[in-house]
């Protein structure tokens, strides 16, 4: 199993950023989230991702400024290690290998070379006992070391890392479990515990859920299930200690941050609404409500300047001091559960699923952007648990675009089902999907699939629903309306012994259509509606259902539920091979021949991938997760990839993402893919031999920064495609988006060589070019230059130093 | 338990009265609570807040202030009288003028040398206290604004005074002010209102804490005359203030029904540099808190709801007990019911004026916990107001029916009831004999020949009544110990015995034949809320406000076997946890063995022929009985049957025929009663 080990399942795009808080750095211009295996680094003014730092090998989860080196950042993981980055070039410096899984990590000042980890018990991993332990880092010049000096802080703490946190100059730490809080004096080395009552009389929930200490004061905030706050104070005494309450958030606080200053206590929950205490001044507050998703984490930068709140709906706000909304950095949206399938926009390349409730999202995954929202309810959301509303659970792309239609249904719980079939076809103006068709009783029971049919000239739909019947939808030029819109309308109407059908599926060709009715497959002709052929394979009701791609087409595969995978020739109508394997997801890749079928089975979930004209699998991953598979999606690669290798031959030219109960939404990784990623990433350092002169900065580092800034807006295929915006002013638009900090240096340079205007709009035509061979290029790969620290320190010299004499040079050219 | 036919009677309309002010003593740990209608509490704090005194108020008597001097007790009023109590006879020692219009505040000096009120007309008068009176000493610098609050400096020598919009400091020495503090007004359209600093604390470090109209504590240094910090409690008013002995605590009462406390913490631990913040809010009343207090390990607080809250600080107890627990206390711990037994009358006890009812008939008979139909519905005979000013004391209607007396501080009137089929009357008995001029508590003979009337210095008038008049017979005196007032008197039922019990706990019993005292019970350290003579035995049995009961054999001299059981085998924790007094204590002619008691939340029989239970067993076990067949039930059951049927009971009585009577009065109905509080955004409406 040697090949097995060189695909490897790895989190990529769309993954969490709201997993733990996010950090602001120290100069307020980059805001820093752990995300999947890495740590992503954003520009604070400009929203974009600047870069990840790639190294560790599972879920980061935890990240800390290095309180000694303003600059460098800490990250641990579930993967034993400890990192340290310097962030703003994205270089490793160094690896602490810790040897236990870890859950977060807390540094203070005041405790130089040590770090406090959460590390789970091993004694038993059932009850999910977690540990904080101080680590003495060791200081060595090596880039791996391990660091074996581990004491332990306390034995039981709470799996949650909010409920930890240092008090003032780091004499002592707080951590509350359950309803006890306690406080541990590095000092005195000792511990003082309050309780609280599980219930009172008021049927008030006491359990903590958050923590934070003042940074000047001895008063510890904390969180609590109910909704209240509470301010502790004299917790030196098991007796006298005291607290006060506040109370005005009605469920769980999630986060509770003191300011810098220690001023102002921020606390966000499930309301999705900052509120901002007033330290010490009793019940004033101040509100930013409207949020978006309920507020997990909210952090500080150290100059208090900036909030950051990270939400359940998987973003990060940025907000200014004055409670002002000043970015919003938006990742794939998880809601509670993804009804529709995973499905790739032809158009955009990005993959289409639930997002906001109602809505669809467009999400870019080479670039793991969110596109945007497509609202597809148009109703408002109510944000009540109980309520039933309107839910997007069925979409479809046609092949190239054009349409796509969607289903959203209510009442799932209840008997009176209500449902309508929309049909969205998109706008070359606009840029986006505009509704064509709503058609409220499409059928009279829950439609239960739908697909478009796969030929370039005509489009047209089928939806199967649990009242028996199939529909086929056509757009047509409707008599009675005298519109040159053209609206959708039935077209046929089908069914098969009062059985229900399940499934539907075209041919590549669009010449057939396969409809499951429970065991029966039957096979139709959608030119003449005829009913061509039944196919039955009993006992067992047919799950999943597709037809063979490109020089398979012939085929036909089909799963059952009585762990059946057949295989029909449609040519001689007979069943080609049949295996018996409990396949939960069948996917055919477009772009070959590949299917790729999950299969669950005694908890974990295996992968195998093979062609249809032959029944050995390609390529066969077991235990690629441990949960329910639950939808994946084929997603084509910009370029492809050329691995000789057999297990990885079948990523070449398409992606395979897949989406667990857990919403992970995970991939898989060739080992060629990882080393051009690292060698890009070194070639981050190899910079700079030649030898810097004012000319060169001023003028060849523009041009780099051109490039710079114009790479990351990739060619026009994955283009953001903003709705309400044209292409043409996307170009335009960009700059300002797309601007790093750095970039402040030019205006301050156009102000000086003000005269030399002509020269500066060459400058730009130049850029443009660029862009173009760029575009021609079209290399995924292409990654972001960046500039290293030693060249930004020389910028930031030049910056400085004194232009006037250039100035005279300018002035005496002529 | 037994089956009984049961009168729930729920048309006595008491109201209590609201809670105007408070005023603790440390040295004798005594709260003293000032009602809206001019009556005047003492409850013992380390007696399980039993009222132990009640000084009955006046019309139009409002009290503003109450101040303890030493163990003395003084009360000013918008009446422009300081009024100063006799305690040991529960009545008004004196009032004298302070010719300053209305007072709206009292203060003593920790000195106990003098006493300032503060006056509609802008001044504050020194009263110097001398041995049996007080003496207006002098003003000190006029003000323009009515003085509210006021509160003197621990070490006597300045006094700070809460005023409309400002607070001024007072040197007592020169009389003349040292500052002048500006409280500000309301923001928006409050701006126009007068802020009014409704209570002004001063601490020993010089800072002066004020509570006023526009919802802030604010702290103020007396040094400078300036701010040093204020917190915003509430949208409404704070009205009143309270520290803790050793200043590090301060409570605030306000307009919302909340108790806000402060405490005087280290910022930064093991440091010294103290500041006062805000912990802990107590949510216990639904109205306006006119008076708060903080004691040595509660909190007590009192107001329009006419509830008196005690709320434990925890971190002042050392150890949990039932002492410790949150206690509210609704009724006064005296009957306001006196119940005719023979006839079915019920006479309901109102501040000023007193009720007859006649009880209803029902007929059928009902399983148990049903309702019957009632055949004639209660009936109101008569409506008696008290002739002058001063509310009623004490009150009682013979067991015949024929006889109904009351008393209040001045005077006592008897009278006689006619009753012949629908036609009432009563006449009053003219020519009482002289002694009968006030009572403390009233009492007539089983068979009602005689009554039996409490007055000063312990002792009991024996007045025997009957058609032609009524005849002074004796007075009963105790052979020693103190002349506190007697507080409860109990009748033997063959007429030979009287108890008498007074506030220092001394329960003394009388023989009447000899019209001597006949011995007197060892004393208890808690006082006695309840006694009765058992009718078969002639054995006294007594409640205690600590929930300890003995039963004392009056002809043996000497407590019985059965309470020495009692006593040494310890009662249920469940028993003793209760937080009511007991009220009554009833025979049951039927079964000599059962006792009945009640408190406010429950009825209970001791069936004392049955083994205790220990803190092992099961407490309320009455359905787990149920459960039962008959031979399981013996072994478990004990002597005590709570019966929680019946809530907010203020009387409960056995009558002849075997029925109970049971008073309820339902605090929902009161709260239905009173003025509507402050409207407040409750979340979610």
Not at chain 2, 570 to 588: A, I, K, Q, S
């Amino acid at each position: 199993m040697v090949e097995q080990s060189e695909v490897r399942v790895v989190r990529c795009g769309g993954s969490k950023i709201n997993l733990r808080p996010p950090i602001i750095s120290t100069d307020s211009r980059f805001v820093l989230c752990a995300s999947g295996d890495s740590v992503k680094v954003y520009s604070t003014r400009t929203e974009e991702w600047l870069h990840s730092l790639q190294g560790h090998t599972n879920q980061v989860t935890g990240i800390t400024l290095n309180p000694a080196n303003h600059l460098q950042v800490y990250s641990c993981s579930a993967d034993g290690t400890v990192k340290l980055w310097d962030f703003i070039d994205g270089i490793l410096i160094k690896t602490f290998i810790i040897g236990y899984p870890l859950f977060a990590i807390y540094v203070s000042e005041k405790h130089d070379g040590i770090v406090f980890l959460h590390i789970a018990m091993d004694t038993d991993s059932k009850n999910e006992c977690f540990q904080l332990v101080a680590v003495h880092l060791p200081k060595s010049a090596e880039q791996e070391v391990e660091a074996k000096e581990l004491s332990a802080v306390s034995s039981r703490i709470s799996p949650n890392p909010s409920c930890t946190a240092f008090g003032r100059e780091g004499q002592y730490i707080a951590f509350a479990r359950h309803l006890q809080l306690n406080v541990y004096f590095f000092r005195k080395q000792k511990t003082y515990s309050f309780s609280l009552k599980a219930t009172d009389k008021k049927g008030a929930k006491n359990a903590f859920t958050c923590i934070a200490c003042h940074p000047a004061d001895d008063c510890i905030a904390t969180g609590h299930e109910d909704g209240k706050i509470r301010l502790w104070r004299n917790f030196i005494h098991t007796k006298e200690y005291t607290y006060s309450t506040q109370h005005w958030h009605h469920n769980a606080v999630n986060t509770v941050c003191f300011t810098p200053e220690g001023t102002n206590l921020l606390s966000g929950g499930i309301e999705s609404v900052l509120v901002q205490w007033q330290y010490g001044a009793g019940n004033r507050k101040e509100f930013l409500p409207r949020l978006g998703g309920s507020i997990l984490h909210v952090s500080t930068s150290s100059d208090g300047q900036l909030f950051c709140t990270s939400h359940s709906d998987n973003k990060i706000t940025v907000i200014e001091s004055s409670f002002k909304v000043c970015g919003v950095i938006q990742g794939l949206v998880k809601g509670d559960a993804v009804l529709t399938d995973l499905m790739i926009d032809p158009r955009s390349k990005a993959l289409v699923l639930n997002g906001k409730p109602g809505h669809l999202q467009f999400y870019s995954l080479l670039r793991d952007k969110h596109l945007y929202n497509l609202d597809i309810v148009q109703q408002e959301y109510i944000y009540e648990a109980g309520l039933d509303q309107f839910e997007v659970v069925k979409a479809a792309f046609d092949i190239k675009g054009y349409w796509l239609a969607t289903v959203e249904e209510r009442g799932q719980k209840s008997s009176d089902l209500e449902f309508s079939l929309k049909l969205w076809a998109y706008d070359e103006r606009t840029q986006s999907f505009v509704l064509n068709t709503t058609i409220t009783a499409a059928h009279t029971d829950r439609i239960m699939s739908m697909c478009f049919s796969s030929s370039e000239e005509t489009t047209m739909l089928v939806t199967t629903a649990e009242d028996g019947q199939f529909k086929a939808w056509c757009q047509g030029a409707d008599a009675d309306t005298q519109q040159d819109q053209n609206f959708w309308s039935c077209d046929f109407v089908g069914s098969y012994h009062n059985l229900k059908p399940t499934n539907c599926s075209f041919s590549a060709d669009s010449s057939l259509l396969a409809v499951s009715f429970q065991e029966v497959i039957t096979i139709w002709s959608p030119d003449t509606w005829e009913l061509l052929t039944t196919l039955c394979q009993p006992p067992g009701v047919v799950r999943d259902l597709c037809f063979g791609q490109l020089s398979c087409s012939k085929y036909l595969i089909a799963t059952t539920t009585r762990n059946l995978l057949c295989c029909w020739n449609l040519l001689t109508c007979a069943l080609e091979w049949s295996t018996s394997v409990e396949v939960s997801k069948l996917q055919p890749d477009p772009l070959s021949e590949n299917v790729a079928a999950f299969s669950y089975q005694s908890k974990h979930t295996d992968l195998f991938v093979f062609k249809p004209n032959e029944p050995r699998p390609l390529f066969t991953h077991k235990n690629v997760c441990s949960e329910k598979m639950h939808r994946a999606v084929f997603v084509p690669r910009e370029e492809p990839l050329n691995n000789c290798d057999e297990s990885s031959q079948w990523l070449n030219r398409s992606q395979l993402y897949f989406l667990t109960q857990n919403m992970d939404l995970l991939t898989f990784s060739t080992a060629t893919e990882e080393d051009r990623m690292l060698s890009s990433s070194k070639r981050l350092v190899i910079d700079d031999s030649v030898a810097v002169t004012p000319f060169y900065l001023l003028l060849g580092k523009h041009r780099q920064q051109q490039q710079k800034l114009n790479t990351p807006s990739h060619p026009a295929a994955d283009k953001p495609q903003q709705p309400q915006g044209s292409l043409t002013c996307l170009l335009l638009s960009f700059p300002s988006l797309f601007f790093p900090p750095e970039m402040e240096m030019e205006s301050s340079e156009q102000e000086m060589n003000s005269e030399k205007e002509e020269e500066h709009s060459e400058e730009e035509m130049e850029a443009c070019d660029s862009q173009q061979e760029l575009r021609a290029q079209g290399s995924v790969d292409e990654v972001t230059p960046k500039l290293s620290k030693a060249q930004e320190r020389e910028l930031k010299r030049v910056r400085k130093t004194d232009f006037s004499w250039m100035a005279g040079l300018i002035d005496s050219k002529p | 338990m037994g089956e009984f036919k049961v009168h729930r009677v729920r048309f006595f309309d008491y109201m209590p009265s609201g809670i105007r002010a408070l005023a603790f003593n440390q040295d004798t740990e005594r709260m003293a609570v000032a009602r809206m209608d001019g009556s005047v509490e003492v409850f013992h704090c380390s007696d399980r807040f039993f009222q132990e005194k009640i000084i009955p108020g006046r019309e139009q008597f409002g009290i503003e202030g109450l101040s303890w001097v030493g163990e003395r007790l003084f009360s000013a009023g918008l009446n422009g009288g300081i009024t100063e109590y006799d305690l040991t006879n529960q009545k008004v020692k004196y009032t004298i003028d302070a010719y300053g219009g209305p007072i709206w505040t009292i203060a003593g000096n920790q000195q106990g040398t003098h006493l300032a009120v503060g006056c509609e007309d802008g001044t504050v008068k020194l009263f110097e206290v001398n041995e049996d009176n007080i003496q207006f000493e002098r003003n000190l610098d006029r003000q323009k604004s009515r003085i509210v609050s006021l509160s003197w400096h621990p070490s006597g020598s300045k006094i700070a005074a809460g005023m409309m919009d400002m607070i001024q400091v007072f040197n007592v020495e020169t009389g003349h002010s040292m500052h002048r503090m500006l409280a500000d007004r309301g923001v928006g359209t409050s701006r126009s209102k007068e802020c009014v600093v409704w209570s002004v604390v001063y601490l020993s470090d010089g800072t002066i804490i004020t509570g006023d109209s526009v919802g802030m504590v604010k702290l103020w240094d007396d040094q400078t005359g300036t701010l040093i910090k204020s917190h915003n409690v509430t949208k409404c008013d704070v009205l009143a203030l309270s520290v803790s002995q050793n200043e590090d605590s301060l409570v605030a009462g306000t307009s919302e029904g909340i108790v806000v406390q402060f405490q005087f913490v280290s910022m930064v631990l093991g440091k010294d540099d103290k500041e006062w913040v805000r912990t802990r809010t107590f949510r216990n009343h639904t109205h306006d808190i006119r008076a708060v207090a903080e004691i040595t390990t509660a909190v007590v607080s009192g107001g329009m709801d006419a509830q008196l809250v005690v709320r434990p600080l925890l971190d002042k107890i050392e150890e949990r007990s039932a002492a410790s627990a949150l206690r509210k206390i609704h009724f006064p711990h005296r009957r306001l019911v006196a119940c005719a037994r023979k006839s079915g009358l019920m006479l309901f006890q109102y501040p000023g004026h007193l009720e007859l009812w006649r009880l209803g008939e029902s007929e059928g008979k009902g399983i148990p916990g049903s309702s019957l139909f009632v055949k004639r519905n209660p009936e109101k005979l008569l409506h008696l107001k008290v002739k002058g000013e001063d509310h009623i004391r004490c009150s009682a209607v013979s067991p015949c029916g024929e006889w109904i007396v009351y008393s209040t501080a001045s005077t006592l009137r008897l009278y006689r009831l006619h009753c012949d089929n629908n036609n009432i009357s009563i006449t009053k008995i003219s020519k009482l004999p002289k002694v009968l001029s006030s009572a403390n508590q009233l009492c007539f003979s089983s068979d009602s020949s005689h009554l039996f009337s409490a007055s000063a210095q312990s002792s009991v008038h024996l007045v025997s009544i009957s058609q032609s008049g009524c005849k002074f017979v004796g007075t009963l005196k105790p052979k020693s110990g103190s002349h506190q007032a007697i507080h409860l008197l109990a009748a033997s039922e063959d007429g030979k015995w009287v108890a008498s019990a007074n506030s220092d706990h001394e329960v003394h019993i009388y023989n009447l034949q000899t019209r001597k005292a006949h011995c007197t019970v060892p004393i208890y350290s808690s006082a006695v809320t309840a006694m009765g003579i058992h009718p078969a035995t002639n054995c006294l049995f007594m409640m205690h406000a600590d929930q300890q009961m003995f039963e004392y054999s009056i002809e043996q001299k000497q407590y019985t076997d059965w309470s020495r059981t009692v006593q040494r085998k310890g009662l249920h924790r469940l028993w003793v946890e209760r937080d009511t007094p007991c009220l009554n204590v009833m025979f049951n002619p039927q079964n000599p063995s059962h006792v009945i008691l009640h408190d406010m939340y429950m009825l209970c029989i001791i069936d004392q022929s049955l083994p205790l239970p220990d803190d092992k067993t099961q407490f309320y076990n009455q359905l787990t009985l149920k459960s039962l067949t008959e031979e399981q039930r013996k072994s478990h059951s004990h002597a005590f049957k709570v019966c929680k049927t019946f809530k907010d009971i203020l009387c409960v009585e056995l009558m002849p025929d075997q029925s109970l009577v049971v008073v309820e009065r339902p605090l929902e109905d009161i709260a239905t009663q009173l003025p509507a509080p402050i409207k407040q955004k409750k979340f979610a409406t």
